[in-house]
């Protein structure tokens, strides 16, 4: 009796133990692991960073498979997952290919001056053959005004997938990009494409404004350059790369007074205070990759 009643008691501690583990019936979500972004893009670390997983949509271009630099904070590295499904999705045999995001602590990365803090990613253009069938390529491949390859005239830039590409981006429910580096051909060309095919107006505007080529740096013809918004808890993140106030200040015509202020987290010191200020301009201090 007293042995019955022993397993009787054990029984019953492990099953209060078990329920205790498991959390109310109905109610137990995972823990998503926030990731902070401390510093510039230019100038910083990462904390907590999500490493960006392949699939059917989304691969690495071969050239950018040596170092793993494929770490971001969660809000990057998500968006540009969801992004590579959404265009799958509405074009099917769609894969994605990506290049350098940030190592897995972030800080200095070869051949950019960016890529520091989890909050930059690389991205290939969507591509096709002649045919219109989609093709992948081990590099990066630069695209003329006209929309065919530098180097191989078999190889065209795919207008509808690109496009939809940046929607996804610009549309995303959880992160906000800050920044689609582009060549201008490339950005008039897509601006062009979403007027054609009747993107809604706010969309279109805001592409604009998020689509630019970077200053002081290679022009984008290649690639994507998606950057997104210091993440919220990222208290330490600088929404602005290093030393592109100072580039604003010497600008005649007074850009930093007229810059319109940014949609920018909370900053905490005085000079980012001053950066919340100056507005939606970009300066960045790179002389090549950013
Ligand atoms: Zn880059």
Redesign the pocket.
Known sequence: MRRRLGSLIVAIAAFTVAVAHAGPVGTTKPVRKMSKSVGAPNKGTLEGGVHLETGPHLRVVGAYVPGDARWGVRELVEAIDRAAREVRKRFPDSVLGVGHLSRKDGGEIDR?H??ESGR?A?VAFYLVDVAGRPIVRERFLAILPNGIAAADSHVRFDDGRNWALVTALLTDPRARVTHVFVVSHLRTRLLAYAARVGAPAALRARAAEVMMQPHHALPHDDHF?VRVACPPGSSECVEWPVGSLAKLAKKPGGALAKAKPPKAPKLPTKKLVRARSTGHVTIEPQTN??
Request: hydrophobic share 0%; glycine share 12%.
């Open positions: 950019h960016s890529h930059d690389d350059h990759g950013t």
